[in-house]
């Protein structure tokens, strides 16, 4: 905790924003991928203490908003109607399907356990030979490496009673995607640290040249992130638009290669639906044919088609970064993190949820 | 409290000879098995005037004005870094009296077990409830047991129900609460919950961190003892964690709280896990905590006698009560930026990067 609270301290914040106050000299919109930083920035109460000229986007990066309601449903359906235990993390639980949600059928008694790593659920398939057990596998590539590693130990150990029903989205292709979208007006990106912790930085050079738009690497503490901040405005300023890495504690510029490596064993990359968003060419991962024993789709033959989302739901807007959670009219009346109409309002992650969290709204 | 190493010493000596390893129906019937299991033993362990008279109910003298509180204990697994299920029980129903200012003496003791449950293991909450009972200076005076089919419980549910005599200088309740009152909290927040997450399937990790839980009447009595009528509102902010009983003080009342993140005191081992594992110490339980609501003229010698107890040491003024933002709190963040501090909309769950 030492070393964290290095990244909390008050004087240092406020130094990082006199700097940010003193480069700033007209309006700029910068977009914070990841829902990790989102939630920093509202839990800390960076935004109000920012330049009135400095205008905050909340991207898509919350994996567990964006997973597809088919993919929900059919984690459901599993859980519920076949001879599985259902596996996943617990940010997933709450997030609603087109009926319920894996925390409703928990309650209903359907096998569902929330887990911190696959390689548990790889042990539960060990220990329970007699059911299948899947693991519901979301995430960006930060989590895609134990995903994929947990396939391999359960090949290497021989399990036939273990699989993934594989949910991971990549983060440039989304990127892409935000800035090619004509409402969305993005001048910088802080991109996500833990994702280029992974994958390193590479990604990130044609997206920053072709579109002419600052890309920092950066963390999820305060400071990181007022940093950061602070490299993406003093770029635009300087009408200069590259990669630069303010998460160098974390981030090597090649990533994590060995974790690489594993990914590539297990997955290979396609075309992904987005929930609130729609697809995203190359935006995911599939398990490779190699793996095919381990893919829950393809072992249980469920057709499941993709639910229209709740009309009144503008989680595709909120995601792109077009709209701010309370630019929504049914948020906080008919949206709330207990009856969500979309899953930003869910997620611990989400945009909305964050908003709702720290604004001081009350269910009752 | 007693700590676990004496606890299982003890089991050697009390440990009465059972017909049986484990709890089956039979021992909820109401019949012979359960009388022959409160035979064994439970009776001698928790003994006492009123429990040996074996009537329906308990008959005590109470003539002054009361406290009465109920509680139902779930904990899983019961057996925890720091402690176990017939402690928590013991001292949850005792610090809810104690926030009421009252000096508690008796408790009921109501046991729902699960057939199946090892003798030895229900043996040993049974130890920890005499340790906690002893300490607390509290006397169970009527119980029941039941049994439920393997699979309808888990291995043990208890109710605790108690009453004691308020302190004749106590004055607590919300009402008492004044702009400008002080916030102190009694120790390290957001232990308990750790402590328990740190063995739950699923979120194991390595670590040390013990529960807090232990009975606070001695504390409290002692602090309305010096400070009486200055003392306007005590509660142990147990599920839910602080952050949600400050919200809802706030929300029943006409003022605002203003609490500093700097303040908060926390063990750097529970702060890490929370960090780790995405979890906000403002939602997590407590047990052997409580927060005070004092008058701001006796705030620093409130806290110089809290700290220089046993159950106090690492207690800290955390925030004050505000006009200026009704119904709200407001929480300074370590950068000094500010937000509103919610209800958690349900449980806390583990994020996933």
Redesign the interface.
């Known amino acids: 905790?030492?070393h964290?609270?290095e990244y909390?301290?008050?004087e240092l914040?406020?130094l990082y924003l006199e700097k940010i106050a003193k480069t700033v000299t007209q309006p700029w919109s910068i977009m914070e991928v990841c829902g990790?930083q989102t939630h920093s920035l509202?839990?800390?109460?960076?935004i109000?203490?920012l330049p009135k000229d400095i205008t905050m986007i909340h991207g898509p990066g919350c994996?567990?908003c964006v997973t597809s309601l088919s993919l929900i449903d059919k984690a459901i359906h599993l859980a519920v109607n076949e001879n599985v235990i259902l596996c996943s993390?617990?940010?997933?639980?709450?997030v609603p399907g087109s009926k319920i949600s894996l925390l409703e059928a928990k309650a209903k008694g359907a096998a569902i356990?929330?887990?911190?790593s696959p390689l548990?659920a790889v042990k539960i398939a060990g220990d329970n030979p007699d059911r299948e057990v899947v693991f519901f596998a979301?995430?960006?590539e930060?989590?895609a490496p134990a995903n994929a590693l947990s396939v391999i130990h359960a090949h290497r150990k021989g399990l036939s009673n273990y699989s993934i029903l594989a949910s991971h989205v990549l983060v440039p292709p989304a990127m892409e995607a935000v800035i090619n979208d004509k409402e969305s007006k993005i001048d910088g990106f802080l991109a996500a640290g833990?994702v280029c912790t992974i994958m390193g930085n590479a990604e990130y050079y044609p997206l920053s040249s072709q579109y002419k738009v600052p890309i920092v690497v950066t963390g999820f503490e305060?400071?990181d992130i007022l940093q950061g901040i602070l490299m993406v405005v003093r770029q635009l300023e300087q009408k200069k638009y590259v990669v630069e890495n303010q998460y160098a504690r974390i981030v090597r510029e090649e990533g994590n290669t060995a974790a690489q490596k594993v990914i590539f064993e297990v997955f290979e990359i396609k075309d992904q639906t987005w929930r609130g968003i729609g697809t995203i060419p190359k935006s995911g991962y599939a398990v490779k044919e190699k793996y095919a024993s381990y893919d829950a789709n393809k072992k249980f033959s469920i057709t499941i088609d993709e639910a229209p989302e709740h009309p009144e739901c503008i989680s595709g807007e909120i995601m792109k970064g077009i709209k701010k959670p309370f630019e929504c009219p049914q948020f906080g009346k008919k949206c709330?993190?207990?009856f969500p109409l979309g899953a930003p309002m869910v997620?611990?992650?989400g945009a909305c949820a964050a908003y709702?969290?720290?604004?001081?709204?009350?269910?009752v | 409290m007693p700590d676990s190493n004496k606890l299982r010493m003890q089991l050697t000596c009390p440990m009465p000879k059972l017909d049986f390893d484990i709890i089956t129906l039979g021992h909820g019937s109401g019949g012979v098995l359960t009388n022959k299991l409160l035979d064994s033993g439970v009776f001698d362990l928790l003994t006492n005037d009123i429990l040996e008279e074996r009537h329906d109910g308990a008959i005590i003298n109470m003539n002054e004005k009361i406290a009465f509180s109920t509680d139902s204990f779930l904990v899983s697994p019961i057996f925890f870094p720091g402690g176990n299920i017939g402690e928590l029980a013991v001292n949850g129903t005792v610090n809810d009296l104690a926030m009421c200012g009252a000096v508690p003496k008796y408790l009921s003791l109501s046991f729902i077990l699960e057939e199946g449950l090892k003798m030895t293991e229900f043996w040993e909450v049974l130890v920890a409830i005499k340790f906690a009972c002893e300490n607390a200076n509290v006397k169970v005076v009527t119980g029941d047991t039941k049994v439920v089919e393997k699979g309808k419980g888990d291995k043990i549910f208890i109710n605790t129900s108690g009453i004691g005599n308020v302190h004749p200088k106590a004055n607590i309740g919300k009402t008492r609460i004044q702009i400008g009152d002080k916030i102190i909290v009694s120790g390290n927040i957001a232990t308990h919950g750790m402590a328990i997450m740190s063995i739950r399937e699923g979120l194991e990790f390595e670590s040390t961190i013990q529960s807090d839980t232990t009975n606070l009447n001695h504390t409290i009595i002692n602090l309305i003892e010096q400070f009486g009528n200055d003392i306007h509102l005590l509660t142990d902010p147990t599920r839910g964690g602080i952050a949600t009983v400050l919200k809802e003080i706030a929300l029943t009342s006409d003022f605002g709280v203003d609490i500093f993140q700097r303040d908060l005191p926390m063990d750097d081992q529970v702060a890490s896990a929370c960090e780790l594992l995405g979890i906000d110490p403002l939602y997590v339980a407590n047990e052997g905590l409580f927060l005070s609501f004092v008058d701001a003229s006796i705030a620093n010698s409130f806290l110089e006698v809290l700290q220089n107890d046993k159950n106090g040491k690492n207690a800290k003024i955390i925030g004050s009560v505000v006009d200026t933002h009704p119904n709200q709190v407001i929480l300074e963040s370590s950068i000094g930026g500010k937000r509103v501090v919610s209800m958690l909309p349900g449980e806390q769950l583990p994020r996933i990067c």
Do not use: Q, W
């Open positions: 905790m030492k964290m609270n909390r301290d008050p914040a406020k990790g509202v839990k800390n109460g960076i109000d203490m994996p567990v993390f617990g940010d997933m639980l709450r356990r929330i887990l911190y548990e979301v995430g960006f930060t989590t833990h305060p400071i709330k993190p207990s997620s611990s992650e709702f969290h720290f604004s001081g709204s009350v269910e």
